[in-house]
């Protein structure tokens, strides 16, 4: 903008800040579609074609003053949405004193300041710089030229798009995490940068706080218990994306490859392969990527003759005669899923070598627990980790470590189980 424009600043200043509030309110009920800027000053005529080339976007000039002996010539210059002048300089510096709406400052290689009514803008001589609106709303301002006896204007390249969109975009909030809570889950996810700390930094803010800080806290669990049984509930929840980040938390924490497997086909039993299929996939996905050879050494310990017999026998040892019980309770037409239970949940899966029996129950624990609708199951393991080692407060410290990811209300009903199961003395 080449027109040597000069005003009083005291003056300026003291009538327009009088009137910011009026013209916030006008801001908010303009019409965008409109071409018509109700304001404090006139919004004048579109900028003639001598200094429009160097907009985008259409610009309004209205003088405001005539008297050429005072030699104090004011005009107000108005941007419609999205309009903005290119970068360019000038020799005497240059004023800006906001009047209306919504704009952008900024100067070369600096971040771009947002402008509202009665904000003043010094620039400094031979300062490349640009401004104009919003790209949601209307912008004026008085434009104040300094030593307008020999200022002169350097116009340049355009502001495009991209500049432009970066420039006004709003910085996105950052979430304010504690120190504990990135350090664990830098640890948990190595070199692993969530999008959704971008987006949903508020979301990011209270849950990492809670899951990586407060809940660790609690309990006595190592951090591999930790991650396997975070594992385990992902599959039962059939959580896809939460599973390939445990999967990634495994392998960073030294969890082996025959650990990872077993976690996986533990599952089978309890959670159906229907949903676990999904995650045999995933995981043989990430472990040759991981330069990993598949097949794994076999973990079996039984064969087609052995299962029903050696399962049965690891059912009692973890749940005493009551099996024996349960087998002779069973009406005629069902003691095949008993007979089921014994060669396959225990013969075929739970006999296998690659996790002991402790951490078996607790995984059985997570999973069930997970589930939800599975109370009558979550007791009967209970008991069975009891029997393997599993005392209360290691299973609480289960439910603890899994409730933000499995909610309230299903780690409230576990809690009832483990209390009816084992009431506080």
């Known amino acids: 903008m080449k027109r040597n424009i000069i005003i009083s600043m005291a003056l300026a200043a003291a009538s327009l800040f009088s009137g910011a509030a009026t013209m916030k309110a006008q801001e908010n009920n303009m019409d965008n579609r409109t071409t018509h800027f109700a304001q404090m000053f006139p919004q004048g005529e579109k900028l003639p074609q001598q200094f429009s080339q160097y907009f985008i976007g259409q610009a309004y000039l209205a003088p405001l003053t005539t008297n050429k002996v005072l030699n104090v010539p004011v005009s107000n210059v108005t941007f419609e949405p999205g309009c903005r002048n290119n970068w360019h300089s000038h020799t005497g510096g240059q004023l800006l004193i906001c009047t209306a709406g919504r ?165 089978v039993p309890y959670v159906g392969i229907a949903k676990v299929i999904d995650f045999i996939n995933i995981t043989n996905e990430f472990l040759t990527a991981n330069g990993i050879a598949l097949p794994l050494e076999s973990q079996s310990t039984t064969s087609p003759e052995t299962r029903y017999e050696r399962g049965l026998a690891l059912q009692k040892d973890i749940f005493g005669e009551r099996i024996d019980q349960m087998q002779a309770a069973a009406p005629e037409n069902q003691k095949h899923i008993q007979r089921f239970l014994s060669a396959n949940c225990f013969g075929d899966y739970q006999t296998r070598k690659g996790l002991d029996a402790r951490m078996r129950e607790l995984l059985t624990f997570s999973m069930l627990i997970s589930l939800g609708g599975c109370e009558s199951q979550v007791k009967g393991h209970i008991q069975g980790n009891v029997n393997v080692g599993n005392d209360k407060n290691t299973l609480l410290a289960v439910a603890t470590q899994l409730l933000p990811y499995n909610g309230y209300p299903r780690t409230l009903n576990a809690i009832s189980c483990l209390n009816e199961v084992i009431p506080d003395k």
């Open 103 to 267: 704009g952008y400052y900024q100067e070369k290689d600096q971040p771009a300041r947002e402008l509202l009514p009665g904000d003043v803008v010094e620039i400094a001589p031979n300062v490349v710089h640009w401004h104009g609106a919003a790209p949601d709303s209307w912008f004026s301002h008085l434009a104040i030229e300094c030593n307008p006896q020999d200022n002169k204007s350097t116009w340049l390249e355009p502001v495009d798009d991209e500049q432009y969109r970066k420039a006004t975009a709003k910085p996105l909030p950052v979430a304010r995490l504690s120190e504990t809570a990135i350090k664990n889950h830098e640890i948990w996810f190595p070199g692993y940068v969530s999008t959704a700390r971008q987006t949903d930094p508020e979301l990011i803010e209270v849950f990492d706080n809670f899951a990586f800080d407060e809940v660790l806290r609690y309990g006595n669990l190592d951090r591999r218990t930790r991650i396997m049984v975070t594992m385990a509930s992902t599959i039962a929840q059939h959580t896809v994306s939460e599973f390939r980040m445990m999967l990634r938390a495994a392998y960073a924490n030294g969890i082996t490859p025959v650990e990872i497997k077993e976690v996986v086909y533990h599952a």
